[in-house]
Protein backbone atom coordinates (compact mmCIF):
# COMPACT_ATOMS: atom_id res chain seq x y z
CA UNK A 1 0.00 0.00 0.00
CA UNK A 2 1.11 3.58 -0.92
CA UNK A 3 3.07 4.71 2.15
CA UNK A 4 4.88 8.03 2.65
CA UNK A 5 7.19 8.93 6.06
CA UNK A 6 8.46 12.08 6.49
CA UNK A 7 11.50 12.54 8.90
CA UNK A 8 13.81 15.74 9.54
CA UNK A 9 11.93 18.22 11.60
CA UNK A 10 12.55 19.70 14.55
CA UNK A 11 13.22 22.92 16.96
CA UNK A 12 15.42 26.00 15.20
CA UNK A 13 16.08 29.67 15.78
CA UNK A 14 15.05 32.10 13.14
CA UNK A 15 17.72 32.37 10.55
CA UNK A 16 18.26 28.29 10.57
CA UNK A 17 18.05 25.64 8.23
CA UNK A 18 15.75 22.29 8.40
CA UNK A 19 15.73 20.00 5.40
CA UNK A 20 12.81 17.18 5.59
CA UNK A 21 12.92 14.16 3.81
CA UNK A 22 9.74 12.05 2.54
CA UNK A 23 10.49 8.38 1.49
CA UNK A 24 7.82 7.18 -0.73
CA UNK A 25 6.46 3.24 -0.91
CA UNK A 26 3.43 1.70 -2.43
CA UNK A 27 3.48 3.60 -6.08
CA UNK A 28 5.59 4.23 -8.93
CA UNK A 29 7.50 7.26 -7.30
CA UNK A 30 9.25 8.30 -10.76
CA UNK A 31 5.99 8.82 -12.22
CA UNK A 32 4.11 11.04 -9.60
CA UNK A 33 4.14 14.83 -8.38
CA UNK A 34 5.05 15.12 -4.60
CA UNK A 35 3.90 17.44 -2.65
CA UNK A 36 4.56 19.37 0.29
CA UNK A 37 2.00 21.22 2.85
CA UNK A 38 2.27 22.65 6.14
CA UNK A 39 -0.14 23.24 8.86
CA UNK A 40 0.19 25.36 11.90
CA UNK A 41 -2.16 25.78 15.13
CA UNK A 42 -5.57 27.19 14.43
CA UNK A 43 -4.91 26.86 10.51
CA UNK A 44 -5.90 25.39 7.64
CA UNK A 45 -3.54 23.20 5.96
CA UNK A 46 -2.07 24.87 3.37
CA UNK A 47 0.32 23.75 0.05
CA UNK A 48 4.12 24.80 0.59
CA UNK A 49 5.61 22.99 -2.94
CA UNK A 50 5.53 20.99 -5.64
CA UNK A 51 7.87 18.96 -7.90
CA UNK A 52 6.73 16.91 -10.78
CA UNK A 53 8.07 14.27 -12.92
CA UNK A 54 10.05 16.18 -15.37
CA UNK A 55 11.61 17.87 -11.90
CA UNK A 56 9.34 21.35 -12.76
CA UNK A 57 9.21 23.31 -9.18
CA UNK A 58 6.68 25.53 -7.61
CA UNK A 59 6.31 27.18 -4.53
CA UNK A 60 3.51 29.30 -2.65
CA UNK A 61 5.06 33.01 -2.40
CA UNK A 62 5.16 32.56 1.56
CA UNK A 63 8.62 30.39 0.95
CA UNK A 64 9.66 31.26 -2.41
CA UNK A 65 13.30 32.46 -2.27
CA UNK A 66 14.18 30.55 0.55
CA UNK A 67 12.49 26.44 0.36
CA UNK A 68 13.89 24.64 -2.10
CA UNK A 69 11.78 21.21 -3.41
CA UNK A 70 13.79 18.37 -4.75
CA UNK A 71 13.67 14.47 -5.60
CA UNK A 72 16.00 11.34 -5.21
CA UNK A 73 13.92 9.37 -7.74
CA UNK A 74 16.66 6.19 -6.55
CA UNK A 75 16.05 6.54 -3.43
CA UNK A 76 11.82 7.31 -3.83
CA UNK A 77 12.45 10.21 -1.89
CA UNK A 78 11.34 13.72 -2.09
CA UNK A 79 12.99 16.72 0.32
CA UNK A 80 12.39 20.24 1.45
CA UNK A 81 15.72 22.26 2.12
CA UNK A 82 14.20 25.02 4.03
CA UNK A 83 16.83 28.48 4.70
CA UNK A 84 16.07 31.61 6.91
CA UNK A 85 13.63 29.73 8.84
CA UNK A 86 10.76 32.47 10.40
CA UNK A 87 8.55 31.69 13.21
CA UNK A 88 5.63 32.08 11.18
CA UNK A 89 6.79 28.74 9.68
CA UNK A 90 6.51 26.77 12.75
CA UNK A 91 3.78 23.92 11.65
CA UNK A 92 3.40 20.37 10.88
CA UNK A 93 5.23 19.63 7.79
CA UNK A 94 2.94 16.84 5.45
CA UNK A 95 4.16 14.88 2.46
CA UNK A 96 1.54 14.25 -0.10
CA UNK A 97 0.73 12.46 -3.41
CA UNK A 98 -2.27 12.54 -5.45
CA UNK A 99 -2.77 9.19 -7.30
CA UNK A 100 -5.23 7.39 -9.32
CA UNK A 101 -8.69 8.41 -9.14
CA UNK A 102 -7.65 11.93 -7.82
CA UNK A 103 -6.91 10.04 -4.24
CA UNK A 104 -4.70 11.94 -1.95
CA UNK A 105 -2.25 9.97 0.50
CA UNK A 106 -0.61 11.86 3.42
CA UNK A 107 2.32 10.97 5.90
CA UNK A 108 1.94 11.56 9.50
CA UNK A 109 3.71 14.66 9.38
CA UNK A 110 6.83 16.60 11.23
CA UNK A 111 6.96 19.37 13.56
CA UNK A 112 9.02 22.05 12.61
CA UNK A 113 9.69 25.24 15.44
CA UNK A 114 11.21 27.95 14.99
CA UNK A 115 11.78 29.89 17.93
CA UNK A 116 14.51 32.01 19.50
Known amino acids: QVQLVESGGGVVQPGGSLRLSCVAS????????PNWYRQAPGKEREWVAS???????TYSDSVKGRFTISRDNARNTVYLQMNDLKPEDTAVYYC??????????WGQGTQVTVSP
Open 96 to 105: NVVLRGNTNY
Open 26 to 33: GFTFYAST
Open 51 to 57: VNSINYV
